[in-house]
Nanobody, 122 residues
């Protein structure tokens, strides 16, 4: 059973940086394309970033492009999301997900973590 566990969330101020991690267990990370999604209170889940199996191909939501960076360390079975210049509107629960398709659509991802809260205050 593949399990994903996010960590690194917290309360930060606007303009700060924060790094999230997603540890994968139960299978080797190299098997999967990995994505980050987020859901703010009262809003639908939205795509944030995705990386292919070796991180050579990535895609970002327009709202985070240039501020967020997805990376992965397959040897450590861990995926990262480096977030900088954080804004109030980045406040959300952030989820990592694993799937067999390089996609920005959440429904194409098979495995999901429990999420980690990121709160950005002004």
């Amino acid at each position: 059973q593949v399990q994903l566990a996010e960590s690194g969330g917290g309360l930060v101020q606007a303009g700060d940086s924060l790094s999230l991690s997603c540890a994968v267990s139960g299978d080797t990370l190299i098997t999967y394309n990995m994505g980050w999604f987020r859901q703010a209170p009262g809003k639908e889940r939205e795509f944030v970033a995705v990386a292919n199996w070796n991180g050579g191909y990535t895609s970002y939501a327009d709202s985070v492009k240039g501020r967020f960076t997805i990376s992965r360390d397959n040897a450590k079975n861990t995926v990262y999301l480096r977030m900088s210049s954080l804004k109030n509107e980045d406040t959300a629960v952030y989820y990592c997900a694993a799937g067999s398709t390089f996609s920005t659509a959440g429904e194409t991802f098979t495995y999901w973590g429990q999420g980690t809260q990121v709160t950005v205050s002004s």
